[in-house]
């Protein structure tokens, strides 16, 4: 009773509204358009005009707003995606309630590691980050050739930018690798149905969407090589995304699916041992029709002396040789085959009581042969006698 009033609690609570994925998207638009008003706000009212098109002309508008309208969509990216997390996750953790063997103390522990979140380690998440950011900018601004007469105000924007994005994607990171880890562990403890899989879905989805965010960012930050000066530097920052993508993918499902190979290889042994079992009792079953078989071949065997055998034999195979070619085959071929079944005794009686002018020509062609054979059968009776 207790089981099932979990699952249904998971089923009412893992039911996703349907305008979750509309409000996300309106999300990420409205935040990235915040990001980049203010921006040009701030262009516009603290560097003037020109301050979006710089010295040359031959640029038309500065790479470097280009370039920190990349930041700040990506920034609007990471938002929703920690948005996201916070919404959906609570959803697939308890969906996995009635599929988990687990104490009431394991299963807090889980809970508090997914969603009890520090003060002091967001602070550290959040501060490596942001240190990240800014060794990556100091970079970029040291191997790259900065723009002739552009505003300063746009390097100051990037800076701060770069802050705050790599502060997001350090939060994220720690999250993503964090909540991997518990999802493994659960999944060791999965109870495993070989006839519905479908049960293990949220440690499906919670990998596919936690890879889905570094994909999608990386792609996203992919266009940031067209007016970066270093774009060495951006790649090895897409590469670092993507092991971190491949990681969030591969890691939350390892658990489950380690449980599920075993009960295959399990499944597979049941079922050898029973084939094994049944059949060991179908050799027992013939075994006695083919000792009774074996006796009545021995008592066959005793009641017919051999020089009668002998002779039996000769005269059957004497009889093939005076048959023609094609006839022969087809005797010999009905000693190897199949035995067919017995006919009914009126029709046996008709069949020999008329035997056919082919088989009255091969005994008389095969009694002169079988004499030899018949002689020494006599004489090895008479023998015996003696």
Request: include cysteine; charged fraction near 25%; glycine fraction near 6%.
């Amino acid at each position: 009773m207790n089981e099932a009033r979990i699952a249904a609690e998971s089923n009412r609570v893992t039911r996703a509204k349907p305008n979750d994925r509309f409000r996300a998207i309106v999300f990420f638009f409205a935040l990235w358009a915040a990001i980049v008003a203010t921006y040009a706000l701030c262009v516009f009212g603290l560097g003037g005009p020109g301050a979006m098109k710089g010295t040359d002309p031959s640029y038309g508008i500065v790479p470097t707003f280009r370039f920190n309208t990349i930041y700040a969509a990506l920034i609007a990216f990471m938002a929703t995606a920690l948005r996201i997390e916070h919404r959906v996750l609570p959803r697939d953790f308890a969906a996995l309630r009635g599929l988990v063997a687990a104490t009431e103390p394991e299963w807090e522990q889980w809970r508090a590691r997914l969603f009890d979140t520090s003060r002091s380690n967001f602070a550290a998440w959040l501060a490596a980050g942001a240190a990240v950011g800014q060794v990556v900018n100091f970079l970029g601004w040291r191997l790259g050739a900065l723009v002739p007469g552009v505003w300063p105000g746009h390097y100051l924007f990037m800076n701060g930018l770069a802050t705050v994005l790599f502060a997001e994607m350090g939060v994220l990171g720690a999250l993503s690798l964090r909540r991997s880890r518990v999802f493994l562990a659960m999944g060791r403890r999965a109870r495993i149905n070989l006839l519905a899989p479908d049960e293990h879905a949220p440690f499906a989805r919670t990998g596919l969407r936690a890879s889905a965010y570094w994909f999608l960012g990386s792609s996203i930050a992919s266009l940031l090589t067209l007016d970066a000066g270093a774009w060495g530097i951006v790649v090895g920052v897409i590469a670092v995304t993507l092991a971190l993508g491949f990681v969030s993918l591969l890691l939350p499902s390892r658990g489950v699916h380690e449980r599920m190979r075993a009960a295959k290889e399990d499944e597979l042994l049941r079922v050898r041992l029973e084939i094994d079992r049944a059949r060991a009792a179908f050799r027992r079953e013939r075994r006695p029709r083919r000792d009774r078989a074996d006796a009545r071949a021995a008592r066959l065997g005793d009641a017919c002396p051999t020089s009668e055998r002998v002779a039996v034999r000769c005269a059957y195979t004497r009889s093939l040789r005076a048959l023609p070619a094609g006839a022969a085959r087809v005797m010999a071929r009905r000693r190897t085959r199949r035995p067919r079944r017995r006919r009914s005794a009126p029709l046996a009686g008709r069949l020999e009581t008329r035997p056919t002018r082919s088989l009255q020509a091969n005994e008389a062609s095969a009694q002169p042969a079988s004499e030899p054979c018949e002689r020494a059968a006599r004489c090895s009776r008479a023998k015996s006698m003696h």
